[in-house]
């Protein structure tokens, strides 16, 4: 497939990164957007051309993704499906998509790791390729080295993301996979030195594996942004993303649309395609 034009399904059209997704798709010669859908009333009939800003694409967004995917396969358009929804549809979604043969690029954060092992299992049952990415960006997969670095030298890590209000699931996808590299490594963090009590509750945010702590923040203005701050007696070691347009997502998107023709089982993490 990888010299054949993809055809690709875009889920979740019109929120926020389906706009710049529909827009990078049709701005890209090798990939054709077959069909866009949503679920919220204000984009349902109208042309996803519009509403993502870059002209008419004479493609309607349709509430209707299993329909969208029969439609595929009858016309022999079995390429991907984009989903960047909502934490509670994107399991479904998934499962959706393989079971039809059109490969997953899943950009939606909030399925659990369970979620993600079942998941693994049904697409290497069907021998589907589909690509689990929390973040698209180049930026993160960096941040996310350096982390690995630093954590052979430092004991002490804490983990603040912060986003936008609109935000359904707390911590990030992000935060969490951030969290789950480090842990992977084997090594216990943040040992205690003090017998601590938690005055509020959720003070000390959220205990990830090996003692890993993800602070969230919300706030209108932000859009998304993490740190990961390492401490040793009399230094901090900081390291801090950010990001100012969803944009920056789209050649990750675009690489993982292009990849996941090329896989038969889930990959989970933009790092392991690039
Ligand atoms: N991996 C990455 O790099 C990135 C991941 N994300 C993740 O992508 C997801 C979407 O983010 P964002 O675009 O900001 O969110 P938005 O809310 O702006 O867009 C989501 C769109 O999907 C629609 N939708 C929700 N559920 C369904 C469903 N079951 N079927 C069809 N459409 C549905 C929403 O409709 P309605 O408005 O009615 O809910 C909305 O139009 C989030 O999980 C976010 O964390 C975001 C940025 C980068
Ligand atoms: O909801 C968002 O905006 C983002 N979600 C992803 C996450 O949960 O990590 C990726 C990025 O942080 C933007």
Partial sequence: MASQVIPAIVNGAGGKMGREVVKAIASSPDLKLVAAVDRNP??????????AGCGPLEIPILNDLEGSLGMAVQEKELGVMVDFTHPSSVYDNVRSAIAYGIRPVVGTTGLSPQQIQELAEFADKASTGCLIIPNFSIGMVLLQQAAISASKYFDHVEIIEL???QKADAPSGTAIKTAEMLA?????????????????TGARGALAGEGIRIHSVRLPGLIAHQEVIFGAPGQIYTLRH????????????????????????????LEKIL
């Fill in 42 to 51: 204000d984009y349902i009939g109208r042309d996803v051309g519009e509403i």
């Fill in 242 to 269: 950010d990001t100012s347009d969803r944009a920056c997502y789209m050649p990750g998107v675009l690489l993982a649309i292009r990849k996941v023709t090329e896989l038969k089982t889930l990959v989970y993490g």
């Fill in 184 to 200: 992977e490594l084997g090594k216990p963090y943040n040992p205690p030195s003090v017998e601590e009590s938690e005055k509020l």
């Fill in 163 to 165: 986003h936008h209000n």
